[in-house]
């Protein structure tokens, strides 16, 4: 993924830093949904270390995420983002916005 000067039309994007804890990951995921909305919902990219797989969020958690509902997946729960011996995507990057959807590259 590239991101340039540029990568936001108007000039101005959130970027959201998380870690969420492994204990209350559901809890602090459906917070982000207050999070985005409070920022009106537009250019925002949330980047992070989600715990949103495995042992820490199982499959009908995450699909009951209030989050799922307002933001993209660029790194989707199909993804091995750790060094274990186990498959999970804990590290994540999200994003909403009528600027930032069209900027993003996956190559």
């Known amino acids: 993924m590239n991101f340039t000067k540029n990568a936001v039309v108007d ?6 830093g998380l870690h969420a804890k492994p204990d209350f990951v559901f809890q602090e995921l459906n917070m982000l949904s207050d999070v985005v909305s409070a920022e009106g919902g537009s250019n925002t990219v949330i980047l992070g270390d989600f715990n949103a797989d495995c042992d820490y969020l199982s499959t009908s958690a995450y699909q009951a995420l209030e989050l799922n509902d307002i933001i993209n997946w660029l790194i989707t729960d199909t993804a091995d983002t750790n060094v274990a011996s186990s498959s999970c995507a804990y590290d994540r990057i999200a994003y909403r916005g009528s600027e930032v959807t069209p900027k993003i590259r996956t190559t």
């Open 11 to 16: 000039g101005s994007a959130t970027l959201v």
